[in-house]
């Protein structure tokens, strides 16, 4: 095969993830939230890759863009999109029968499969990857190349929409709103409310990540997810030793796919 493209689509709980792959090779990646059923179906009648980078305004520079229909391979760990996406004509749906990882649960969400062996191919195996999605979620896999297992957790944004949707006095912070560490004892309800969440959640993820250097003192460890590049700097704020051998990686789950299922 040269030069055949394919669009690689992760259903998160909040957004789609993108990436667009010229054979093996990741050529670029956006977000988006999740789309209309109108501009799905256009895309299921009209499968080219013009219509797809106008639908998700992907970058690229091709000098030649191929008119046929375009593959979707898609992992998703939100059943009704996944619905939505039945129509398209060239589908490939990733399950955790593609992922090589050993010892998987049946109910393990397939991005934590793809982003955890997606790490140990491209660092090497033991590896943990903390995905602060939706959901933060810690995914461990041994030198065997197997599950060792993890945690979930609500994400810094769901935490702070708990709060903000579920009390009757405390305003929805926004992450986008957030940059230096708060007071830890603060004297007013946003800093307030930030000081709980994120100290928690900061000592929270130091206190697995010497866990897991306990079981694999050498091992990488790997952040990726909406939230990866703000937690990364908090940490690196308020604990720097960890914060110096955690690496960033947004792109990982395309690492995993890439990988295993684009031939
Ligand atoms: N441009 C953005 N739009 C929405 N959320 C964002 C954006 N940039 C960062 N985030 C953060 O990303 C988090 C969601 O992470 P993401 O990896 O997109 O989730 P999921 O994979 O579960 O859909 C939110 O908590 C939010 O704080
Ligand atoms: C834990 C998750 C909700 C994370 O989803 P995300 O935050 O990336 O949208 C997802 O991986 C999932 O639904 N997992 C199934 C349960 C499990 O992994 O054990
Ligand atoms: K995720």
């Known amino acids: 095969m040269n030069n055949h493209p394919s669009i690689v689509l992760i259903i998160g709980n909040s957004r789609l993830h993108w990436a667009l792959f ?38 690229t520079n091709l000098s030649i863009i191929p008119d046929y229909p375009i ?17 398209y004509p060239h589908l490939h749906i990733i399950t955790l029968e593609d992922v090589p990882l050993q010892g998987m649960y049946p109910t393990l969400g397939i991005d934590r499969a793809l982003a955890v062996w997606g790490a140990g ?22 030198d065997n190349q197997c599950l060792v297992g993890g945690a979930i957790l609500p994400g810094l944004g769901l935490q702070l929409a708990s709060l903000g949707q579920k009390t009757g006095q405390l305003p929805l912070l926004e992450t986008s709103l957030m940059t230096s560490l708060p ?24 206190d697995f990540i010497e866990a897991w250097w306990q079981l694999f003192p050498n091992s990488q ?29 947004n792109h990982l789950i395309f690492q995993g796919v890439g990988n295993i299922v684009i031939s």
């Open 71 to 87: 593959p979707l391979i898609l992992a998703s760990v939100v059943p009704s999109q996944t619905a939505l996406w039945q129509i």
């Open 121 to 142: 191919k491209l660092l090497g195996f033991p590896t943990l990857v903390i995905d602060a999605g939706t959901a933060l979620t810690f995914t461990g896999a041994d």
């Open 22 to 59: 010229i054979d093996k090779t990741l050529y670029s990646t956006g977000d988006t939230f999740h789309l209309p059923e109108s501009i799905i179906q256009q895309l299921a009648q009209n499968p080219t890759l013009d219509n797809w980078l106008t639908a998700i305004s992907l970058p």
């Open 221 to 249: 460890i790997v952040m990726t997810g909406g939230d990866s590049n703000l937690l990364k700097s908090y940490l690196q704020q308020q604990f720097p030793d960890i914060a110096e051998r955690l690496i960033v990686d």
């Open 183 to 206: 007071p830890r004892f603060a004297m007013n309800t946003s800093e307030a409310i930030q000081s709980g969440v994120i100290y928690t959640l900061l000592s929270g993820i130091k």
